[in-house]
């Protein structure tokens, strides 16, 4: 499964911007899908979980109420909505997929990754 992020871009703090996640070479409707981040000198965070099913979400601590996740089968993608932006979302965002649906925010879960997409977030 090729996966392709986009939709980051620079948004200043209190806004919003929608992540996607195209998924191409693979069932997509057969995994779960996870948001992770990375900010600069720091490890990688989970951000969220959305299993196969859509039945099942998990979400970080730091984004609980204000990120969305979602997922379109038809289409073969995945969705990450962030409102209410703070500066320290600030990061490069990656999406990634597992086989087996059950939420982790463990990285080393993940089969596929993304390649990541670039939110930053100004004052």
């Known amino acids: 499964v090729q996966l392709q992020a986009s939709g980051g871009g620079l948004v200043q703090a209190g806004g919003f911007l929608r992540l996607s996640c195209a998924a191409s070479?693979?069932?997509?409707?057969?995994?779960?899908v996870g948001w992770f981040r990375q900010a600069p000198g720091k490890e990688r965070e989970f951000v969220a979980f959305?299993?196969?099913?859509?039945?099942?979400?998990l979400y970080g601590d730091s984004v609980k109420g204000r990120f969305t996740i979602s997922r379109d089968n038809a289409k073969n993608t995945g969705y990450l909505q962030m409102n209410s932006l703070k500066l320290e979302d600030t990061a490069i965002y990656y999406c990634?997929?597992?086989?087996?649906?059950?939420?982790?925010?463990?990285?080393?879960?993940?089969?596929?990754w993304g390649q990541g997409t670039l939110v930053t977030v100004s004052s």
């Open positions: 070479g693979g069932t997509f409707s057969y995994y779960g």
């Open positions: 959305l299993s196969a099913s859509a039945r099942t979400t």
């Open positions: 990634a997929v597992k086989p087996v649906s059950s939420a982790s925010v463990n990285p080393n879960s993940y089969t596929y």
